[in-house]
């Protein structure tokens, strides 16, 4: 029930690295889990996932070859700008369960307005 995504080869902060690097970077590792695992590579994450690690050359790469990419940005999967650049809400494993259930209920989504915001000037560039 679960789906495998591409998440590049290094886990390098991909704003960071020129357009080649950065293209082998996401390309490369779909290319990788497809040949390694027999199937068709649709998702990808971001590394670090902020604003501040994405890019609109990274954004673009990604369009070209998947269907859908996930940020480190908490909030609602209905607002996210973009298929490009999804909202999540992340649970670790070992996190009490108040906190759980505290961002499953989004209560803590406040503290990422700035991030979001961030993430939509990203889409309009």
């Known amino acids: 029930g ?3 995504g591409s998440h590049t080869l290094s886990h390098p902060n991909l704003s960071n690295l020129n357009s080649s ?4 970077e996401i390309i490369n590792s779909k290319k990788y889990l497809e040949s390694k695992l027999n199937i068709k590579i649709n998702k990808f994450a971001y590394p670090f996932g902020s604003p501040s690690n994405i890019d609109n050359e990274s ?3 990604i369009k070209k070859s998947y ?3 996930f940020t480190n940005v908490r909030g609602s999967i209905l607002k996210s700008p973009s298929n490009y650049l999804i ?3 992340n649970i670790v494993p070992g996190m009490p369960f108040w906190l759980t259930d505290a961002i499953v209920d989004s209560k803590l ?3 990422y307005v700035k ?9 309009q560039i």
């Open 87 to 89: 909202l999540r809400q």
């Open 109 to 111: 989504d406040f503290l």
């Open 59 to 61: 954004v673009n790469f």
């Open 2 to 4: 679960h789906e495998i």
């Open 67 to 69: 269907k859908n990419a």
């Open 21 to 24: 690097f950065k293209y082998d």
């Open 115 to 123: 991030q979001r915001k961030n993430l939509y000037n990203i889409c």
